[in-house]
């Protein structure tokens, strides 16, 4: 729907100044709200007309007020009593929406009946903005090209006027130049003077013609030559005073309307002529300054008073100068010109020592037509508006489960309910997702709120309540409302809420202190599968409410349960990560702080090792296989466990296949010696050294690597190196088991059977049960 409103604005913007503009405007609505019919009117007292838009075709039409009312079913006096805005009306079964709007004296209409799409309902707020920024940019761009025709028609009068004085001087002189009597230096001069008047004339004609927001193109060429150009023509005017013309001018480039700044310069130097005294100079300069262009002329004419300074630039004025002719338009529309170079033009004077007009211009400026720059303020202001007030309705993530349903919004904020909450919420955002707005209506259940840059309006049976960056939780029934606030403030007519506020509010308000959070959590996988959560209880708390969820947010809730000790078991039977979250609950209902864990469910992966424990390889199997597929081959617990198993089942090569899986998730130590031994059993011994060393790289401790290359160099009869790595795990730990077992069978590879049977004896006094040490025991003895 955005891309929609984006391309008719885009649209639009290639039509501005067209007559084709109101025709792509319809046509675009007539696309987005699918209607049969769509109608535009202004309406002036009380003539009502406009167009249709109707089968891709527009026609004019004109209604009485009788007919009007009788076709669109709206009284026109309803209209008179309402400024902007939509209304809403079904006329003969037909979906009919009609837009208004207010400007200055005129009223808009727009009508569109037979409504298909009628899911663009929705977005009615958004379209009223849009189309009322349409249709405010439509009036202005009218009535600016209206003022360019009015421009034209209210000078005509003057003009006719004015003209009279340099047509008469023309006439005079063509007259006077027949006569035979007269010779040739008198001609000259009676030429000078009718080109003085020509050239008057022409002033005033481009004047009147010569409009600012007219349409040029845009070149670059140089100030040098256009200066020279002006001087050249305005030289028989200036020898009828014999004024002199000084310049120094740069060779400069610039980016402009040739014909309009050429306009605007010649009006300024004319009058520096016409306003000059006889054999009076003028100066012009124009020179480059960084990446400004300035322009100077200056004349020693009557000058100018300062209080008249600004008003020269006005349309029409004139000073009080006898016998100097013109319309008063000259500077004004100088102004304009150099304006729409967006550049400025600046007036020093004194009176009898004549004036300097300082016109400065930019190299890199292009100019802009004044109703485009109209149209793209008008854009600017309506975009900025649209980043500003989250007024675009639209859906965020809903997420619904068992027992919660859960909204997560563009600004990563949460808001959740549980299913049976009488409540419904609206969702607004800016344009470009920067900010968002949520109202809120709760009747009956419980609200919970974790909000980021989001404007919330929260209305309960009993209290109004706006945000301030809150987390909270509410729950109201039987005109009881309590609320908890976590982080920020909630604030209501009167009221102010802060963190850590616990609020009842039933005939009057009433502020509790919050249960702290709970402390010491922590938890475990029994033998059964089952989670067992445990926590240090909260003094005052009567219960504690238990929520886990797949997520972090909670918008995936799995299950919510209440219990009245600081434990509780649960079967989640799925292995994977889970978030748990656990709030103690007052005498007053009024929910604690909450405290979120991150947990490892290993539900699946338990029950294995309770199965392999009993000897039940193969259902061991099963359940470690069912955790690996719960977390999607990508934990190594279950994978570590699958391969142990293989291996106490003596399948070594299945064993090697797995531990290699593990170990390209992680390179446990514990995996790492494991596959080592595996590798024993296969007399891989090389591959086997090279894993143990490898964790005594890491860990120069390890006793399982230390233990397992002693065994390796025993099996290789290198009595020596397996003494030095047996007589280091003897250093580290002296119980470990099979540690004097295996010096046993060093010392029977020595023939020391003596001190090969005291080292099994004391391998049976830390590890009675060891059957290895008991049979090497029993086979000596003999």
């Known amino acids: 729907m955005i891309n929609e409103i984006a391309d008719v604005i885009k649209n639009l913007r290639l039509h501005l100044g067209k007559e084709s503009y109101l025709e792509v405007f319809l046509s675009s609505l007539y696309k987005i709200f699918e209607a049969n019919e769509i109608y535009f009117f202004s309406i002036i007292e009380s003539k009502i007309e406009g167009v249709k838009f109707s089968d891709y075709k527009i026609e004019k039409v004109v209604f009485n007020p009788e007919e009007f009312s009788f076709y669109f079913n709206i009284d026109i006096e309803t209209l008179k009593n309402k400024n902007y805005g939509i209304i809403e009306d079904l006329s003969y079964g037909n979906t009919q929406k009609v837009f208004i709007f207010k400007i200055e004296d005129i009223t808009y209409l727009l009508i569109l009946k037979n409504i298909k799409k009628l899911e663009i309902f929705r977005y009615l707020k958004l379209f009223q903005e849009i189309l009322g920024f349409i249709v405010y940019s439509y009036y202005y761009i009218q009535k600016q090209q209206k003022r360019d025709s009015d421009f034209i028609l209210e000078n005509l009068a003057t003009f006719a006027h004015e003209i009279k004085h340099p047509l008469s001087i023309i006439k005079t002189s063509l007259e006077l130049i027949k006569i035979p009597e007269l010779d040739e230096k008198e001609k000259e001069k009676i030429i000078k003077i009718a080109n003085a008047a020509i050239i008057e004339l022409i002033e005033e004609i481009d004047n009147l ?116 002719k013109g319309t008063g338009l000259g500077l004004y529309i100088a102004k304009k010109i150099v304006e729409q170079h967006q550049g400025t033009i600046e007036v020093d004077s004194t009176p009898g020592k004549g004036s300097e007009f300082l016109i400065t211009l930019y190299q890199d400026k292009k100019p802009l037509k004044s109703y485009f720059l109209l149209f793209s303020l008008i854009l600017f202001s309506f975009f900025i508006m649209l980043n500003i007030f989250p007024i675009i309705p639209y859906r965020p993530n809903k997420y619904q489960g068992n027992q919660f349903i859960v909204y997560h919004t563009i600004s990563d904020s949460i808001i959740r309910t549980k299913r049976e909450t009488n409540f419904e919420c609206e969702f607004r955002k800016t344009l470009l997702f920067k900010k968002e707005r949520i109202d809120c209506k709760i009747w009956k259940g419980e609200l919970e709120g974790e909000l980021k840059n989001v404007n919330l309006e929260l209305n309960t049976p009993r209290i109004k309540l706006k945000n301030v ?39 009057g308000v009433k502020t509790l202190p919050l249960l702290s959070a709970v402390k ?43 219990t009245s000790e600081p434990k509780v078991v649960i079967k989640i039977e799925t292995d994977g990560f889970y978030y748990i979250k656990i709030q103690a609950i007052d005498e007053n209902k009024l929910k604690g702080y909450p405290y979120t864990l991150k947990i490892k469910n290993l539900y699946h992966l338990t029950r294995g090792i309770f199965y392999r424990q009993i000897g039940n390889f193969d259902e061991a199997l099963r359940e470690f296989e069912r ?30 296949e797995k531990y290699k899986e593990a170990l390209k998730i992680s390179r446990l ?31 120069k401790f390890n006793l399982d690597a230390l233990w397992g290359l002693a065994d390796i160099y025993i099996k290789e009869k290198n009595i020596s190196k397996a003494l030095e790595y047996l007589y280091q795990v003897k250093q580290i730990d002296n119980t470990y088991p099979l540690l004097h077992y295996s010096l046993a069978k060093v010392y029977i590879l020595n023939g020391d059977i003596y001190r090969a049977i005291s080292e099994l004896k004391i391998e049976l006094k830390f590890h009675p049960d060891n059957k290895e040490a008991k049979e090497l025991l029993s086979k000596l003895k003999k």
């Open 209 to 324: 013609i010569i409009q600012p927001t007219q349409k040029k193109e845009f070149e670059k060429f140089s100030i040098n030559e256009l200066l020279h150009e002006i001087i050249k023509e305005v030289e028989p005017l200036a020898l009828v005073k014999n004024i002199k013309i000084y310049y120094d001018i740069d060779e400069i480039k610039i980016i402009g309307s040739k014909n309009n700044l050429k306009k605007a310069l010649l009006n300024i130097i004319i009058n520096a002529i016409k306003y000059n005294k006889i054999e009076g100079k003028v100066y012009i300069q124009a020179k480059k300054i960084n990446n400004k262009v300035q322009i100077k002329i200056k004349d020693t004419g009557i000058g100018i008073p300062k209080e008249l300074h600004q008003k020269i630039f006005e349309k029409y004025f004139r000073g009080e100068h006898p016998g100097i």
């Open 469 to 507: 960056g809150t987390n909270f939780s509410l729950f109201t029934e039987n005109e009881i409302t309590e609320l908890s606030v976590y982080e920020g403030m909630l604030k209501g007519k009167g009221y102010q809420f802060n963190a850590g506020i616990g609020v009842i509010i039933e005939k």
């Open 520 to 562: 010491n959590v922590d938890y475990k996988n029994l033998l059964s599968g089952e989670l067992e959560i445990y926590w240090e209880g909260v003094s005052g708390a009567k219960e504690y409410e238990i929520v886990i969820a797949k997520d972090e947010k909670f918008i995936n809730v799995l299950n919510l349960l209440r």
């Open 627 to 656: 955790s690996n597929q719960d977390f999607e081959g990508k934990e190594v617990l279950p994978l570590s466990e699958i391969a142990w198993t293989y291996y106490l089942k003596g399948d070594y090569y299945r064993a090697v």
């Open 669 to 699: 130590e514990k995996d790492l010696v494991r596959l080592a031994r595996t590798y024993y059993h296969l007399n891989n011994l090389d591959e086997a050294k090279k894993l143990y060393n490898e964790v005594l790289e890491k860990n």
